[in-house]
C-alpha cells in the first residue's frame, strides 16, 4: 500500500504574477510577514503555464495588465485548465466593466491598486481555505471510491471492522494537510481521543500531541492552564508558566468536553482560533501560536448554541472539520475484536492465561446498549477477566449485564410480555450464538447443573455435555 505524503498547510504555495518587480516585493514581503512564506513571484506572464505545470500551486494573484500575455488572456486559460486553483486579480483599473469581466471569467476577487494590505491578507487567507477544501474532497472522493488507507499504522491503536469507522479514518486522511480546526462529536466513552490522537499522527506534525480536559474549569484556570502567566501575574504566582499553547507549540493541542467552556473563556477562545495570538496572565507581550487545535465534546452543540450557551461564531470556527463517533450500538460489528482484545491485554497485564471467550457471549453483549460505549465495555471485560478462574469467558463472568430490555405489546401466556425477535436481537444471529447462548443461560440459571441445565433445555445430558465439551475446544 502506497505511503501519502503529507503537505503541511503551511507549505501552500502562493504564486504572484506581475511585470512591475516594485509590486512584486512589496505584495510579497506583505503576505510573507502575515505568516504566509510561501510566495513564489514572476514577472514574465509567459513562464505562468510552465510554472504551474511542474509546482503545486495555491493560489494566484495576477495583474491585468501586462506584456506579452495579458491579464485576462491568462485568466482565462487558469480557469479552463485548473478549474481549482482560485485566481485574484490585482489592477490599477477600477472601473466596474473591469470588476464585472474578472469575476465572469471565475476570478476568486478582484483587487484594486493601490491594494488595501488587510483586504489583500483577507482575501487570500479565503483563497487558501477555499484552495484547502477542495484539495480535501478530491482526496476524500478518490479515498471512498478505493476503500483505502493511505498510513494505516496511525489507526492501530483503534480495534475495528467497522465500515462506519473506516470512512472517519479515509476522512480524517483527507483532511491531513489542513490546520483547520477540527470538531469531534460522540458519546461518553466512544473513543474521541484515540480518534484525536489519530488526527495528530496523520497530520505529519512535529510537535507533541498535548490534551487539556475543559470540564470543570473556571474562566481563571482555563486562561492560566492554557496561555500560561507572568511571575507576578497574581498571588502565588512564584514563576513563569508557559501554558498548554506552548507546550503544542508545533503540534496539536487537544480540547476536550469543550462544550462546558464558559462563555468568558469561548471569547478568550475564539480570539486564539482567529488571530493564533495570545497573551500570558499579567503579560503584555504578545506570543503567536502555530498549534493544530482539535476540540472534542459528547454535547449537543446545536441546543447549546439555542440556549445561548455556547456562541455560534466560535462553534464555526471550530467545525471547519467535524464528523461524528458512531457509539458502540451502531457498530455491533466490532463488539467481538474489543472483547477479544480486552482479554487478552488484561489477561496478560494479570499474569493470568489467556482465557477463551465464549462465542455466546459476544451474542449476549450485542444485545446490550452500553450507554457508557467502549469505555463501559472495557470495564466490565476487566472486572470479568480478573475474577474468571475456569479458562473461559462466559455470560456468567459479566456481573450486571444488561442486555437491552425492548419488548413488544403481545404477552405471553404467564402475563409477562414476550419480547420481539427483532427486539431481543439488535444484530440478526446465527443458529450457532443462539445454541451457545441458551446453553449458557441454562448453565447460569442452574449453578453449572449439566443435569438441571439440560431439563431446562429439553435435551438429554450427554447432548448437552457433547456441547459443552464442543464449546471449550
Known amino acids: 500500500m502506497t505511503q501519502m505524503t503529507v503537505q503541511p498547510a503551511t507549505q501552500q504555495h502562493i504564486l504572484l504574477i506581475d511585470d512591475e518587480p516594485g509590486i512584486l516585493t512589496e505584495v510579497s514581503?506583505?503576505?510573507?510577514?502575515?505568516?504566509?512564506?510561501?510566495?513564489?513571484?514572476?514577472?514574465?506572464?509567459?513562464?505562468?503555464?510552465?510554472?504551474?505545470?511542474?509546482?503545486?500551486?495555491?493560489?494566484v494573484i495576477l495583474d491585468w495588465v501586462m506584456p506579452h500575455v495579458t491579464g485576462g488572456e491568462l485568466l482565462q486559460k487558469l480557469t479552463a485548465d485548473f478549474p481549482q486553483l482560485p485566481v485574484m486579480?490585482?489592477?490599477?483599473m477600477g472601473d466596474v466593466e473591469t470588476a464585472v469581466k474578472c469575476m465572469r471569467q471565475g476570478a476568486f476577487d478582484f483587487l484594486t491598486k493601490p491594494v488595501d494590505p488587510n483586504r489583500l491578507v483577507a482575501s487570500v487567507q479565503k483563497a487558501l481555505q477555499v484552495s484547502d477544501l477542495g484539495q480535501q474532497n478530491k482526496i476524500l472522493k478518490d479515498y471512498l471510491l478505493a476503500?483505502?488507507?493511505?498510513?494505516?499504522?496511525?489507526?492501530?491503536?483503534?480495534?475495528?471492522?467497522?465500515?462506519?469507522?473506516?470512512?472517519?479514518?479515509?476522512?480524517?486522511?483527507?483532511?491531513?494537510?489542513?490546520?483547520?480546526?477540527?470538531?469531534?462529536?460522540?458519546?461518553?466513552?466512544?473513543?474521541?481521543?484515540?480518534?484525536?490522537?489519530?488526527?495528530?499522527?496523520v497530520s505529519?506534525?512535529?510537535?507533541?500531541?498535548?490534551?487539556?480536559?475543559?470540564?470543570?474549569?473556571?474562566d481563571f484556570m482555563f486562561?492560566?492552564?492554557?496561555?500560561?502567566?507572568?511571575?507576578?501575574?497574581?498571588?502565588?504566582?512564584?514563576?513563569?508558566?508557559?501554558g498548554l499553547i506552548s507546550a503544542a507549540a508545533g503540534g496539536t493541542l487537544f480540547l476536550d468536553e469543550i462544550g462546558d467552556l464558559s462563555l468568558a473563556s469561548q471569547i478568550k477562545l475564539l480570539r486564539l482560533l482567529q488571530e493564533r495570538e495570545y497573551y500570558r496572565i499579567g503579560s503584555d507581550l504578545m506570543l503567536k501560536s502555530d498549534a493544530r487545535f482539535i476540540a472534542a465534546s459528547n454535547m449537543d452543540f446545536k441546543a447549546l448554541r439555542a440556549a445561548g450557551k455556547f456562541r455560534n461564531d466560535l462553534y464555526f470556527r471550530l467545525c471547519t472539520h467535524e464528523f461524528r463517533v458512531p457509539p458502540l450500538r451502531e457498530r455491533l460489528e466490532d463488539v467481538g475484536p474489543l472483547v477479544e482484545f480486552f482479554v487478552r491485554s488484561f489477561a496478560l497485564q494479570q499474569g493470568k492465561p489467556v482465557p477463551a471467550v465464549s462465542p455466546g457471549l459476544i451474542a449476549a453483549l450485542e444485545q446490550c446498549s452500553f450507554s457508557g460505549n467502549v469505555r463501559?465495555?472495557?470495564?466490565?471485560?476487566?472486572?470479568?477477566?480478573?475474577?474468571?478462574?475456569?479458562?473461559i469467558i462466559d455470560v456468567c463472568d459479566f456481573v450486571g449485564l444488561k442486555p437491552v430490555p425492548a419488548r413488544s405489546s403481545k404477552s405471553g401466556a404467564d402475563g409477562e410480555e414476550n419480547p420481539s425477535f427483532s427486539a431481543v436481537f439488535r444484530k440478526f444471529p446465527t443458529i450457532l450464538q443462539i445454541e451457545e447462548l441458551l446453553i449458557g443461560e441454562a448453565m447460569k440459571r442452574t449453578n453449572g447443573n449439566q443435569t438441571a441445565a439440560a431439563e431446562l433445555l429439553g435435551v438429554a445430558r450427554p447432548t448437552l455435555s457433547k456441547r459443552l465439551s464442543r464449546e471449550r475446544l
Open 223 to 242: 486562561s492560566d492552564t492554557l496561555f500560561g502567566h507572568k511571575k507576578g501575574a497574581f498571588t502565588g504566582a512564584d514563576s513563569k508558566r508557559d
Open 376 to 391: 463501559e465495555l472495557h470495564n466490565l471485560v476487566h472486572d470479568a477477566v480478573t475474577r474468571n478462574d475456569s479458562g
Open 147 to 201: 476503500d483505502r488507507l493511505g498510513d494505516p499504522d496511525a489507526f492501530s491503536g483503534i480495534i475495528t471492522n467497522s465500515k462506519k469507522m473506516r470512512c472517519i479514518f479515509q476522512y480524517i486522511e483527507a483532511i491531513s494537510s489542513s490546520r483547520q480546526p477540527v470538531l469531534i462529536t460522540g458519546e461518553t466513552g466512544v473513543g474521541k481521543e484515540l480518534i484525536a490522537r489519530a488526527v495528530h499522527r
Open 29 to 59: 514581503l506583505l503576505l510573507t510577514l502575515s505568516g504566509m512564506p510561501q510566495v513564489a513571484t514572476l514577472s514574465d506572464s509567459r513562464q505562468v503555464i510552465p510554472y504551474l505545470s511542474e509546482h503545486p500551486v495555491s493560489v
Open 204 to 218: 505529519g506534525v512535529p510537535g507533541p500531541f498535548v490534551s487539556l480536559n475543559a470540564a470543570g474549569l473556571d
Open 89 to 92: 486579480v490585482m489592477t490599477a
